[in-house]
């Protein structure tokens, strides 16, 4: 399995984001429960999130996200994923 940093840019009003975030959670919380998602979380300073995935494939891994309540509701402007290589900390084979 590879792993694979997401990243969301937000381009929906904030208040429609927030008001989607629940369903978003839950979500993120059957991947995490599934062992496919590791880490998640909101950027501090920009409307953005990342999140850090374990999959066989690229292809695998945007059919999953394309299940994502925030990609289904339109809030997404921009998704980005790309094969990382973590060799140190807890990511790292």
């Known amino acids: 399995m ?3 940093a997401v990243t969301y840019t937000f381009s929906a009003d904030p208040d429609e984001v927030n008001q989607i975030r629940p369903t978003h959670r839950v ?7 599934a062992g496919v998602l590791l880490a998640s979380g909101p950027m501090v300073d ?3 999130a990342l ?3 374990r999959a066989d494939s ?3 891994l ?8 925030y990609e289904q509701a339109g809030v997404i402007g921009e998704r980005t994923i790309e094969e990382w ?6 990511f790292s084979s």
């Open 62 to 69: 945007n059919a999953l996200l394309d299940q994502d309540p």
């Open 46 to 48: 920009r409307p953005a």
């Open 58 to 60: 690229i292809e695998e």
């Open 51 to 53: 999140l850090i995935f």
């Open 27 to 33: 979500w993120l919380g059957e991947q995490f429960a």
């Open 2 to 4: 590879s792993t694979f």
């Open 85 to 90: 290589n973590p060799v140190f900390g807890p």
